[in-house]
C-alpha cells in the first residue's frame, strides 16, 4: 500500500480572504525534526524555519528549498532602492488573490498593512478583488502583478507604460515584476501541499 | 538524442531565455538584486541538474518532460523552445512527440478554480479537467502521468489542489519526497518563465530617457509647462 496523505476533520479552514494570523496545515509528513542534518538545516536557512511544518516539508527537497528562500529574501527584504517594501508586498499580496491563495494573501496582506500604513485600501484588495480602486499607483503595481499571474502572461507594454507613469524606475519597475513572479511559485506551494486553517483558540 | 544537457553555474538561464546582454541596462538592473538572480540559476539547477546524494531519485528525463510540458501550456516562445530542446537531449523522440501532444491538449486560460464554499463561491470559475489521452499513457507510463495531470492543476487552477491529488500521485508510485519536487518544479517554472517574459517586455519598452540625471536631461520645463 502506499503512502497515505494527511487529513484535519477537527481544523475549520477560512472562508474569506483576511489579514488575521492563519495556520497552515500540510497533507504529507514533514520531515521529523531530529531528522534534520546540516544539509537540510542550509536549506532551511534560518534554523528558526525548522519550527514550521511547511519549511519542514520543503526540506524533503533542501537544495531548492534553499535556492528559493534565497531569492524570496533577496526580492522582497532587500533593502538597496527599487519598489519601496509595502510595495512589494502589495505585489505578493495581489498575486495571492487572483491564484486564491488565501493563506498567503493574509501574510502579505499583514505586511503590506504593516509598511504602508494602508489598511484599509489592503483589505479593499483582500474584499473586493484585483478590481478593487486603490489610487492610481496601487492599482498600476496590481494591475501588473495580475496580467503577469494569468497563464498565459498577460502583461503588455501597456502595463509598464502605467508603472512608469506613477513614478516606477525600471528597478522598482524589475522588483514590482519579480514579487509578482516569485508568488506564482509560493502560491502553488502552499495551494498545493496542504491546507489554511483559522487558528485554534487558546485554551 | 541530440547533445548533451549539462546546464553550468555561469551560463544564467533567465539573461539567456530573456536575452539580456552582459554590461546592458537590464543586466544591471538584474544585478541590483545579485543574490536573487544568483539563487533564481540555483534553484534551475538543484531542480533540473540536482547534485549528489540525490534527494529524491526521480529521474530527470521525466523531470524535463514535465518542464517541457509546462512550458508549452504558459505558450512564452523563447522558454518552450529551450525546454523541448532540452528535453530531447534526454528523451525518445516517441516521449517527447507524447508531451507536444499532451501539451497542446492542454491548453487552457488561468488561474481557474473553486473556493471555500461560502462568500466567495461567487467568483469561482470553471475549467477544465485535464486528462492524459489514452494513446499517450502507453509511452508515458502510469507514472509520469499522474504528474502531468499535477503539473496541469498547478499551472492553471491551483486553488483547486486537495489532499486526493497528492493521494493519486502516491498511489502511481510517487515517494512524499518525489512529490515536492514535482511541485517545486512546476512553480518554479511558473516563476522563471514570468521573470523572462517580464524581463523581455521592460526591455523592448525602454524608458523615454533611461536613467536621468539632472545634469545629464534636457533643459527642464518651466513651472508654466508642467501646469499646462
Known amino acids: 500500500m502506499s503512502e497515505q496523505t494527511l487529513h484535519y476533520p477537527n481544523s475549520t479552514e477560512p472562508q474569506v480572504f483576511t489579514q488575521a494570523q492563519l495556520d497552515w496545515l500540510p497533507w504529507m509528513e514533514p520531515l521529523p525534526e531530529a531528522e534534520l542534518t546540516p544539509r537540510h538545516f542550509d536549506g532551511l536557512v534560518d534554523a528558526s524555519r525548522a519550527k514550521s511544518p511547511y519549511f519542514r516539508l520543503l526540506a524533503r527537497d533542501p537544495d531548492t528549498l534553499g535556492a528559493r528562500t534565497r531569492t524570496d529574501k533577496d526580492i522582497f527584504y532587500n533593502p538597496d532602492g527599487g519598489l519601496p517594501r509595502a510595495e512589494r508586498e502589495l505585489a505578493a499580496a495581489a498575486t495571492s488573490r487572483l491564484n486564491g491563495c488565501i493563506y498567503c494573501a493574509s501574510v502579505h496582506a499583514r505586511f503590506a498593512s504593516h509598511f504602508s500604513r494602508r489598511e484599509e485600501d489592503v483589505q479593499k484588495l483582500l474584499d473586493q478583488g484585483v478590481q478593487a480602486d486603490l489610487g492610481p499607483r496601487w492599482n498600476a503595481i496590481v494591475a501588473a502583478s495580475v496580467a503577469l499571474t494569468e497563464t498565459p502572461l498577460a502583461l503588455d507594454a501597456g502595463h509598464i507604460d502605467g508603472l512608469r507613469q506613477n513614478g516606477l524606475d525600471d528597478y522598482a519597475i524589475a522588483d514590482a515584476l519579480q514579487g509578482a513572479a516569485f508568488f506564482n511559485w509560493a502560491n502553488r506551494l502552499m495551494l498545493s501541499l496542504g491546507e489554511p486553517a483559522l487558528e485554534t483558540a487558546q485554551a | ?228
Open chain 2, 1 to 228: 538524442m541530440t547533445s548533451a544537457w549539462n546546464p553550468s553555474e555561469t551560463d544564467d538561464v533567465i539573461d539567456q531565455l530573456a536575452g539580456i546582454q552582459p554590461g546592458s541596462h537590464l543586466d544591471a538592473v538584474r544585478r541590483h538584486r545579485l543574490q536573487a538572480r544568483e539563487q533564481a540559476q540555483q534553484s534551475y539547477l538543484a531542480l533540473l541538474a540536482p547534485r549528489a546524494p540525490l534527494s529524491s531519485q526521480w529521474p530527470l528525463n521525466e523531470r524535463l518532460a514535465v518542464a517541457a510540458f509546462v512550458a508549452v501550456l504558459h505558450q512564452q516562445p523563447q522558454v518552450q523552445r529551450f525546454y523541448r530542446d532540452a528535453l530531447a537531449t534526454q528523451a525518445s523522440l516517441a516521449l517527447g512527440k507524447a508531451i507536444e501532444a499532451e501539451a497542446a491538449q492542454g491548453l487552457a486560460r488561468g488561474p481557474y478554480g473553486q473556493y471555500p464554499q461560502g462568500p466567495l463561491s461567487a467568483e469561482d470559475q470553471a475549467g477544465p479537467v485535464y486528462v492524459v489521452a489514452a494513446q499517450n499513457r502507453a509511452v508515458l507510463g502510469e507514472r509520469l502521468s499522474a504528474g502531468l495531470a499535477h503539473a496541469h492543476l498547478l499551472a492553471f487552477h491551483p486553488r483547486d489542489a486537495k489532499p486526493a491529488h497528492l493521494q493519486a500521485l502516491l498511489d502511481a508510485g510517487w515517494s512524499a519526497t518525489d512529490i515536492v519536487v514535482l511541485s517545486q518544479l512546476v512553480s518554479f517554472l511558473a516563476f522563471q518563465i514570468r521573470v523572462v517574459a517580464g524581463l523581455r517586455l521592460l526591455q523592448a519598452h525602454p524608458a523615454p530617457s533611461p536613467s536621468p540625471s539632472p545634469s545629464a536631461s534636457a533643459p527642464q520645463p518651466t513651472a508654466e509647462e508642467n501646469a499646462a
